[in-house]
């Protein structure tokens, strides 16, 4: 059984990963793939020097919403990545309105720029996409609805919005705009029948799996550093979540991932 993890963080030198350990600990659960994604240009750019000599390792560079107010400075290194051959994506962006740790507008223009960015080099997106939960933490408004208007400006845009944890009217929007969904280990743990609901309805041609890691340790690691092979868990969930044998997954997923980004 094959797996990917199509969004880790482990280049990270914040968390001081034992890195031969976790990439031994990932093949040995079958993860045979791992794409390092960057959130701004500094970490864009130790993304691709991590994966470089790595064979099955790979690279997305984008601007995260939270630090989307760097702006032009990181807009141009990100430029200057994006044609390494170990770039399969750009990425992570979109919005965040639950901290609003750069205002709406910059958020909403790093948004656009990526885009372009993504159109004209043929690469698909890592979308983060978040919501306000309320006073007094976050951006007036709905960052799905404003997503989707700035999408819909532009046409060849592919992509996956990845960690997703919205609902059924949320995921059937993703769908519709052929956007690929990506679930960790949230939904190992979430008690919120609406997101698990979400996770159930996914069609598994559009399903990809990702870690997230060192964030959001899955059932029944809680409380240790998340890592890339713990793929496998959030896969083994999933199957019984949504009735599907654990190979049929896996290899589908599997394949998902190859097609999106190339690889």
């Known amino acids: 059984m094959q797996l990917v993890d199509t969004h880790c963080h482990i280049h990270d030198e914040e968390y001081n990963y034992d890195i031969p350990a976790i990439l031994k600990n990932a093949k040995d ?39 989307a107010k760097l702006g032009e400075d990181d807009f141009e290194v990100l430029a200057t990545l994006v044609g390494n051959p170990k770039v399969v994506a750009i990425g992570e962006f979109g919005l965040d309105y639950y901290y609003g740790n750069s205002p709406k507008e910059d958020q909403l223009k790093a948004l656009r720029y990526q885009l372009e960015l993504a159109i004209s080099a043929n690469k698909p997106c890592v979308f983060h996409i978040r ?34 944890s919205a609902t059924q009217t949320e995921l059937e929007e993703c769908l519709k705009r ?18 698990l609901d979400a996770a159930r309805a996914v069609p598994l041609e559009k399903l990809l799996l990702e870690t997230d890691s060192p ?3 899955p059932a029944p690691k809680r ?41």
């Open 215 to 217: 964030f959001l340790t």
């Open 223 to 263: 409380g240790t550093i998340n890592e890339p092979a713990n793929v496998r868990l959030v896969a083994e969930f999933l199957s019984r979540l949504r009735g599907e044998s654990i190979t049929t997954l896996a290899e589908t997923t599997t394949g998902n991932a190859h097609t999106l980004f190339g690889i």
């Open 178 to 195: 052929g956007l690929y969904i990506s679930l960790n280990g949230i939904m190992t743990f979430s008690k919120v029948e609406s997101q």
């Open 29 to 67: 659960q079958g993860v045979e793939t791992i794409i390092c994604i960057g959130t701004s240009a500094l970490d864009s750019q130790r993304a691709v020097r991590f994966v470089e000599d790595k064979p099955d390792l790979y690279a997305a560079v984008g601007l995260h919403p939270h630090d």
């Open 131 to 164: 919501e306000s939960f309320g006073e007094p933490v976050g951006i007036e408004g709905s960052a799905f609805k404003d997503f989707f208007e700035v999408f819909d400006e532009y046409t060849g845009v592919r992509g996956v919005v990845h960690s997703f």
